[in-house]
């Protein structure tokens, strides 16, 4: 598939559809990049509403096991680049500051591991 508009994305992320597809235009994606990288947050969208998780509950923990189950490797600790768009458009408090750029470095490992910790504490309750 290489036209973004053949791309169908359900789930949580299907109302986000054209949104993303216009950043990545404004990136400067090419048609064919960008109908692949919809095709991966299809893929994400349909991983969400498997595991009950909407667009506003997204998080880096969530994206980690996403990435995990499809054998995703995120080079450098870095998200995917449509993860990393599709976060900073939902969640842009989430996105830390040195990461919003797609392929930018995420925190390292220990300060991961510590808002990981404090983000299930925020939602399990301490």
């Given amino acids: 598939m290489s036209h973004p508009s053949k791309v169908v994305i359900v789930g949580p992320l299907a109302v986000l559809r054209e949104q993303l597809t216009t950043e990545f235009v404004r990136l400067g994606y090419a048609p064919s990049t ?3 990288q919809l095709q991966l947050l299809a893929h994400l969208s349909r991983w969400m509403t ?3 998780v909407g667009a506003g ?3 880096w923990a969530d994206i980690a096991f996403f990435c995990s189950d499809y054998g ?3 080079i450098h600790r870095c998200a995917p680049p449509p993860v990393m768009i599709l976060m900073s458009l939902i969640r842009p408090e989430a996105v830390p500051s040195r990461a919003v750029r797609p392929g930018a470095v995420l925190p390292s490992e220990t300060e991961e591991l510590l808002a990981c910790f404090g ?3 925020a939602t399990n309750g301490a």
Avoid: D, I, K, P
């Fill in 34 to 36: 960008v109908a692949r």
């Fill in 119 to 121: 983000e299930f504490f």
């Fill in 72 to 74: 995703l490797s995120c």
């Fill in 57 to 59: 509950e997204l998080s």
């Fill in 50 to 52: 498997a595991r009950g």
